[in-house]
């Protein structure tokens, strides 16, 4: 991800242009002292309170450029921690979407065993229906699979004594 590396040296560079700018301000801080302190030694008290004003004009200068650039400076972090802070949020979404993905594959993957299953068992039905397989036998409603049984004849006992009982009601009934 490019953009991630590009956010990341710029982000370093920020960090050291900020580095440098207080290294010049400390610097600079250093000069107005010790030129101050030697315009105190050489300039006369008469010409002291003009220099003065001027060290305080000249400080106040440079303390209003110094803050103008660490405003600048802060402006420009703000920027790449958004950036950073936009970088993050994607991540998480490209996460997010291949996570949704990955469960509605497995989903689809569950209903294709599912669907497989059941034409499995069908086609067994039919072709087994087809070929006079003994294993299935015909319920009057449709044709059911007798698996415990190596042959339907238990079945089909169950079957014809449900058939007596029911014709044995009828005639209760019609009686």
């Given amino acids: 991800m490019g953009f991630l590396d590009e956010s990341k040296k710029s982000n370093e560079e920020a960090k050291?242009?900020?580095?440098?700018?207080?290294g010049v301000y400390e610097a600079l801080r250093q000069d107005v002292n010790r030129l101050t302190a030697a315009v105190d030694k050489v300039?006369?008290?008469?010409?002291?309170?003009?220099?003065?004003?001027?060290?305080?004009?000249?400080?106040?200068?440079?303390?209003?450029?110094m803050r103008d650039i660490s405003e600048e400076l802060e402006r420009s972090t703000a920027g790449l921690n958004i950036v950073n802070r936009e970088n993050n949020?994607?991540?998480?979404?490209?996460?997010?979407?291949?996570?949704?993905?990955?469960?509605?594959?497995?989903?689809?993957?569950?209903?294709?065993?599912?669907?497989?299953?059941?034409?499995?068992?069908?086609?067994?039905?039919?072709?087994?229906?087809?070929s006079g397989d003994s294993h299935y036998?015909?319920?009057?409603?449709?044709?059911?699979?007798?698996r415990e049984s190596p042959t339907g004849e238990y079945f089909q006992k169950v079957?014809?004594?449900?058939?007596?009982?029911?014709?044995?009601?009828?005639q209760q009934k019609q009686n």
């Fill in 16 to 22: 050291q242009s900020y580095e440098e700018m207080k």
């Fill in 89 to 130: 949020r994607l991540v998480y979404i490209v996460f997010a979407v291949f996570v949704v993905v990955g469960l509605f594959c497995f989903y689809n993957m569950y209903q294709m065993r599912q669907e497989v299953k059941a034409t499995n068992e069908k086609y067994d039905l039919i072709t087994s229906i087809l």
């Fill in 159 to 170: 079957y014809n004594d449900y058939q007596e009982k029911k014709q044995q009601q009828q």
């Fill in 137 to 146: 036998w015909f319920n009057g409603e449709n044709y059911t699979i007798g």
């Fill in 43 to 65: 300039a006369a008290p008469s010409f002291k309170r003009t220099i003065e004003s001027r060290d305080r004009d000249l400080l106040e200068d440079v303390t209003r450029q």
